[in-house]
């Protein structure tokens, strides 16, 4: 189990490093203009990384990874939904510079993430990268909720006037998913909010770890 988890968050740590260099290197030569093409640049590759990350919800239940359920599955819900139903789904919303900031910090976030995972999991401790994945997620996750909440409502015009994903069922039924994504709105902030609080207990209890330490010394 150990050489699977090891494997897995090594190939998402090569994933989502090669989308963050991608980025920032295409802004640092190309700029503004850089941010119309950020999804064709990057996107297929996202869309894996985001894919595999679904396998985390199996991993917890299966005893593979020792992580709480719920703010993972909320995580990586939101995620999926915004990748693939509001962004995929819509070229139109796929060349907006909202897009390409929602990406880099999805990614700032994981560039920590996977390989504080990846040396936890062969026992190995690295002090700085282990502050920034307790610390990173305090500026990043808020943000990260701020570009989401925009994006979903950029996303509504084009929803709107395409219909896309609107359907009319037999006995005069119908699904309008524009109101679903605004009442997913609503419940987005929720989940980030919820997610946040449970990384918050998680900080708590390394600082509290962490001044145990220095007390032994």
Known sequence: MKAYLSVYYLIQFCGHSWIFTNMTARLLFFGKDSFADTFYAIGLVMQVCQLLSALE???IPMGVEQQSFLPKCSQVTERLIILFLVITSQEEVQSKCI??????????????????LLLSAVGIEYPALTWLY?????????????????????????????????????FAVSIHFPYILKAYLVLLPAGVLYTCSHLYHKRKLYLRQQELKLKVK
């Open 57 to 59: 919800l199996l991993h």
């Open 99 to 116: 897009v390409c900031l929602l990406f880099f910090l999805w990614n700032l976030w994981d560039v920590i993430r996977y390989p504080y």
């Open 134 to 170: 307790y610390s990173l997620w305090i500026p990043v996750h808020p943000l990260s909720l701020l570009a989401e909440v925009y994006t979903v409502y950029a996303s509504l015009p084009y929803f709107e006037a395409l219909g896309t994903f609107s359907y009319t069922l037999p």
